[in-house]
């Protein structure tokens, strides 16, 4: 498993021009998660659910990595399976970046596939509405019971089990721009042998005293330091 594990939240795309989902001006304070993110609401309410995810989707279109990604990138492919890149994004600046999409452990699905209820044929749609590709049915069996590909509250989440097996032998524990509201951090940074915090402002689900390097500070800035470390872990051999 790999010796160093990079988990990252909204707050590393937070320079590349998407919301974070907690601050202030966050999706949170705009959407409601039970309308839209939660297990039931394409049943309850699909169309608002498809929509807001819909929106996300075509933002992406011209969202470039910062260099937070591009650094971690970097490190990625040099030192490929020393380090896993864990995500809760659902976007695809890591992809953009130039990690392969299979090296990247997205926890909460991926906002440019979508999923087909029937068969369960994952599929991407690019950048578009999920109504503008095949007439919003599914390109396999046809089905019109097609949805994003991202896990709402309350719905498996079979990636977490990576995330575990990544951690089990990790050196190196670094997070960077999430709120710890949904992955549990506090725990993570308890078992590991060292570990970095990276975010922009002291969190309430985070005690940053388990972390033993702590650093308030946008993550394009901190991503020097990061990868300092990273590279002086791994380049002993
Ligand atoms: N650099 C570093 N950290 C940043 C930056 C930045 N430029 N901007 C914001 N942050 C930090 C904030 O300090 C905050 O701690 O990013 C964090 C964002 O927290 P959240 O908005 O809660 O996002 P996240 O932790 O990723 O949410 C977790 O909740 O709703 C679900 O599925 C959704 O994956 C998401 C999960
Ligand atoms: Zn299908």
Redesign the pocket.
């Known amino acids: 498993m790999a010796r160093v594990v990079v988990l990252?939240?909204?707050?590393?795309s937070?320079?590349s021009g998407l919301?974070?989902?907690?601050?202030s001006d966050?999706?949170?304070a705009n959407y409601s998660?039970e309308d839209i993110?939660t297990a039931g609401c394409l049943v309850t309410n699909r169309d608002e659910t498809i929509s807001f995810y819909d929106k996300r989707r075509t933002e992406l279109v011209d969202k470039e990595p910062n260099s937070?990604h591009k650094v971690l990138a970097e490190l990625k492919n040099r030192y490929k399976n020393d380090i896993a890149i864990i995500t809760?994004?659902?976007d695809n600046l890591f992809e953009k970046a130039g990690i392969a999409h299979e090296d990247v452990i997205h926890?909460?699905g991926f906002l440019t596939n979508v999923e087909c209820e029937q068969c369960q044929n994952i599929y991407d749609i690019g950048y578009n509405k999920l109504a503008d590709v095949n007439d919003g049915k599914c390109t396999a069996c046809g089905s019109e019971y097609v949805r994003p590909y991202?896990?709402m509250?309350g719905e498996a989440a079979p990636n977490y089990a990576l995330l575990d097996q990544e951690i089990q032998d990790c050196s190196l524990l670094v997070v960077?721009?999430?709120?710890?509201?949904?992955?549990g951090v506090n725990t993570l940074a308890y078992f590991v042998e060292r570990s970095i915090l990276?975010?922009?402002?002291?969190?309430d689900a985070?005690n940053d005293t388990f972390f033993d390097k702590v650093i308030?500070?946008?993550?394009?800035?901190?991503i020097h330091e990061i990868a300092y470390e990273i590279e002086e872990l791994l380049a002993k051999g």
């Open positions: 990252s939240g909204a707050g590393i937070a320079e919301s974070t989902f907690r601050e966050g999706l949170w998660v993110c937070a809760q994004n659902v926890l909460h991202i896990v509250f960077i721009g999430t709120s710890g509201m949904v992955v990276n975010n922009l402002e002291p969190s985070i308030y500070d946008k993550a394009t800035n901190a």
